[in-house]
């Protein structure tokens, strides 16, 4: 038997891929206050750092996290609330300067632990979406579905909210927004072991 997707994990995954996109889009306007122009386009290879090191994760360890779905969605859906907010401050206080990169040979190492850093939310989120395409691959479509869609609003609500908030307070909602994607992913998945025994 088919495990069905519940309605309440199609919104988690929604919600996820939300924050994700909002957490990039915000990444670059933090750069754009602390570095000016200079890392803005950075915030692209974040993410595809930490998308790309959670598909070799995933491939490596991802048939035991299946077994443990809900615990790895969850704790996944939490680290990314955590990371997003403790991330972007400790690579705050790191001492990286791009204009210095050409005559301080450190400056590289502090833009590889800036890079690293600012990816473990990625990584987070990715695991817990990659994770759950894995779990329910006979259902893609829809997740995949429901993950563009999350996306487009999270880019739409962020640029909004840009408009009318300080990026600290953005930065906040979106770890409220990884709150919320455990919250539900908790409720889904507890219901539906309790309707199929599972």
Not at 66 to 86: E, P, Q, V
């Amino acid at each position: 038997m088919r495990n069905t997707v519940p309605a309440a994990l199609l919104a988690a995954i929604g919600l996820m891929s939300a924050s994700a996109l909002a957490y990039e889009i915000l990444l670059m306007r933090i750069f754009a206050i602390v570095h000016w122009h200079h890392l803005v386009a950075i915030a692209i290879s974040l993410a595809l750092l930490g998308y790309g090191a959670s598909g070799t994760f995933l491939a490596l360890m991802g048939a035991r996290l299946k077994r443990h779905y809900a615990t790895a969605f969850i704790g996944n859906a939490l680290l990314f609330a955590a990371s997003s907010l403790a991330c972007v401050m400790v690579a705050q206080r790191l001492p990286f300067d791009p204009q210095a990169l050409a005559w301080d040979g450190r400056q590289v190492l502090y833009l590889a632990a800036t890079f690293l850093v600012l990816a473990v939310p990625f990584f987070a989120a990715a695991n817990g979406i990659g994770l759950t395409l894995w779990r329910y691959r006979h259902d893609i479509p829809r997740l995949y579905g429901f993950d563009l869609i999350g996306a487009g609003m999270g880019g739409f609500v962020l640029l909004a909210s840009l408009a009318l908030l300080r990026p600290a307070s953005v930065l906040f909602a979106i770890v409220l927004g990884g709150v919320a994607v455990a919250v539900l992913a908790a409720f889904a998945l507890r219901r539906q072991r309790l309707v199929t025994g599972m």
